[in-house]
């Protein structure tokens, strides 16, 4: 069964610092995504990869970066938290528009 | 930017009956696809429609497309406790683009 494996279901971090999120697929799926779902805002699109080191902006960059540095897996980099950033992140991969996205399980992200 | 619009927000309805949600969407499509998410975890996919087809089945799922309304509908037939989740719509833009934009959900309950 293909998989999307969040590193982190729970994470409590400080304003300030740099926060790694990790995804890694074993589906050898081309594209990968990151979402951020926050009540009454639905899920919005952060940042996707179609290739290694290949990266695009989704909705709302701001404040994020990531590292495509394997096929596998896929990392989104929070800088310097804050605490605006706390949301439930979302992982997810696919291997072209014709299928539809796997899911991890989440990370819920608390910035304090 | 939100495309996708669920409707209703939230249904509740005993097992046994059948639950439609509809989710109209604004630009055109090149497919569009509906997913499941239980509370606290990812979502699940459940079924892509592609933009030339009218409907499609999947289990006691049925989804049907209409492109001239801009709108699609997801009906879940004789529903259990288990389908108890939030349901999403997702539209895939024409050209090939491999993001998805999703609506805000539908919450649906299921009482036994």
């Known amino acids: 069964d293909v998989k999307v494996t969040q590193s982190s279901r729970y994470l409590v971090k400080r304003t300030g610092e740099k926060v790694f999120l990790e995804c890694v697929q074993d589906?050898?799926?081309?594209?990968m995504f990151w979402y951020r779902q926050d009540p009454g805002l639905g899920l919005r699109l952060i940042y996707f990869?179609?290739?290694?080191?290949?990266?695009e902006k989704g909705d709302i960059p701001e404040g994020y970066s990531v590292s495509r540095e394997k096929k596998e897996r896929f990392s989104l980099i929070l800088e310097s938290a804050s605490t605006n950033q706390t949301s439930m992140y979302l992982c997810?991969?696919?291997?072209?528009?014709?299928?539809?996205?796997?899911f991890g399980s989440g990370t819920r992200l608390t910035v304090v | 930017s939100q495309q996708g619009e669920e409707d209703p927000q939230a249904l509740s309805i005993q097992e046994g009956e059948n639950a439609t949600m509809n989710c109209s969407y604004k630009t055109s499509i090149n497919n569009l696809q509906w997913y499941r998410q239980n509370s606290g975890r990812g979502l699940v996919h459940l079924i892509l429609?592609?933009?030339?087809?009218r409907e499609k089945h999947s289990g006691r799922l049925r989804v049907t497309l209409d492109t001239s309304k801009k709108s699609s509908s997801l009906l879940i037939t004789a529903s259990r406790a288990a389908d108890t989740a939030s349901y999403f719509c997702?539209?895939?833009?024409?050209?090939?683009?491999?993001?998805?934009?999703f609506g805000k959900g539908t919450k649906l309950t299921v009482n036994p």
């Open positions: 589906m050898d799926h081309e594209n």
């Open positions: 997810a991969s696919r291997i072209d528009s014709f299928y539809g996205y796997t």
């Open positions: 429609i592609r933009s030339n087809e």
């Open positions: 990869s179609y290739d290694v080191k290949m990266k």
């Open positions: 997702a539209t895939g833009p024409p050209g090939g683009s491999e993001k998805l934009v």
